[in-house]
C-alpha cells in the first residue's frame, strides 16, 4: 500500500505557474505509474496528466498539453507537475493517483486504473 500526499497548490493570476508535488510512501514507488487529475466545482474529476513508472512515458489531456508537465523522482518518492501559463479553468483540486497495474494508451487516462489517491491540492486561478 502507499499513502500519497499533494503540496504546492494556492492561489496564481493568469498566467502564471505552479509547481503541485506528490509525495509517496514506501519503497516500491518505482512499481507505481502516477497519474494527477483534477476537479472543479460541479465537475466530475478529469484526466491531467500520467507518467510510467521509469519516467518514459508521459501522456497529457489536450486541454493542457504544451503547458503542463509532469515528472517524477524515484529516488525522492515524488512526482512532480509543472503547471505553466495557467488559466481560470485550470481552477480545481488536483489529486495525484498511483496505479499498481500496466501503463497503456488504454488504461493511463481512466480513473479506474488508479488505485491509491492523495487528498487533493487546490488550485486558483485568478482572471
Known amino acids: 500500500q502507499v499513502q500519497l500526499v499533494e503540496s504546492g497548490g494556492g492561489l496564481v493570476q493568469a498566467g502564471g505557474s505552479l509547481r503541485l508535488a506528490c509525495a509517496a510512501s514506501?519503497?516500491?514507488?518505482?512499481?507505481?505509474?502516477m497519474g494527477w487529475f483534477r476537479q472543479a466545482p460541479g465537475k466530475e474529476r478529469e484526466f491531467v496528466a500520467a507518467i510510467s513508472r521509469s519516467g518514459g512515458f508521459t501522456h497529457y489531456a489536450d486541454s493542457v498539453k504544451g503547458r503542463f508537465t509532469i515528472s517524477r523522482d524515484n529516488a525522492k518518492n515524488t512526482v512532480y507537475l509543472q503547471m505553466n501559463s495557467l488559466k481560470p479553468e485550470d481552477t480545481a483540486v488536483y489529486y495525484c493517483?498511483?496505479?499498481?497495474?500496466?501503463?497503456?494508451?488504454?488504461?493511463?487516462?481512466?480513473?479506474?486504473?488508479?488505485?491509491?489517491w492523495g487528498q487533493g491540492t487546490q488550485v486558483t486561478v485568478s482572471s
Open positions: 493517483a498511483a496505479s499498481t497495474g500496466t501503463y497503456s494508451s488504454g488504461t493511463y487516462y481512466r480513473r479506474t486504473s488508479y488505485d491509491y
Open positions: 514506501g519503497r516500491t514507488f518505482s512499481s507505481y505509474a
